[in-house]
């Protein structure tokens, strides 16, 4: 059984550094493996963000490219994702996901808010 | 950058079919992927690769990739299947999402 989960702070000033953990079970990041992050401000459609896939290959928004890293830690089944100089704007529920077919297995989200 | 469209709402009375369309320019030379997502739940896989399920979603769901359009079918709806559907494809350097198409059955 596929199970993701996030986990990071849900209260952020602006300018600071997020740092969020996706710990997954259930598969390892293995070769055709990915593991994805997505974001989704309220009322609005998910926003793809990073993805690495299980040789170290990654890609990134191209709108938030300058701002964004993914990591793997393969050994705790893990995949951090961190963004730098983050605004209000930033504020949305964050996601990390399976990617097999498509997008397959999702955490359930952690809300992450930014205010002064 | 590339950019996918979706009507922000689509009606269906329970028994019938809904037909959610997702616009995209060459959309065909693409995979299009399509999500469920209910509130305050996470989304959820329905349609890879133009048409097919992954494994327990049910056959009235379906879906197609033509031209500019791909198309997902909910068949003989439910009250259950009413959601934010959101289309997806990756588009050479990013994935992209449409902005949803609610579903109300009623």
């Known amino acids: 059984q596929i199970t993701l989960k996030e986990s990071g702070p849900t209260l952020m000033k602006p300018t600071e550094t997020l740092t969020l953990t996706c710990t997954f079970s259930g598969f390892s990041l293995s070769t055709g493996v990915g593991v994805g992050w997505f974001r989704q401000p309220p009322g609005k459609a998910p926003q793809w963000l990073a993805l690495i896939y299980w040789d170290d290959d990654t890609r990134y928004s191209s709108s938030l490219k300058s701002r964004l890293t993914i990591t793997k830690d393969t050994s705790k089944n893990q995949v951090v994702l961190t963004m730098t100089n983050i605004a209000p704007v930033d504020t949305g529920t964050y996601y990390c996901?399976?990617?097999?077919?498509?997008?397959?297995?999702w955490g359930q989200g952690t809300l992450v808010t930014v205010s002064s | 950058s590339y950019e996918l469209t979706q009507p922000p709402s689509v009606s269906v009375s329970p028994g019938q079919t809904a037909t959610i369309p997702c616009f995209g320019d060459n959309l065909a030379g693409k995979y299009a992927c399509w999500y469920q997502q209910k509130p305050g739940q996470s989304p959820k896989l329905l349609i890879y690769?133009?048409?097919k399920r992954p494994s327990g979603i049910p056959e009235r769901f379906s879906g197609s990739n033509s031209g500019t359009t791909a198309t997902l079918t909910i068949s003989e709806t439910q009250p259950i299947d009413e959601a934010d559907y959101y289309c997806q494809a990756w588009d050479s350097t990013a994935y992209v999402f449409g902005p949803g198409t609610k579903v109300t059955v009623l």
């Open positions: 996901a399976h990617r097999g077919g498509g997008f397959d297995y």
């Open positions: 690769q133009d048409s």
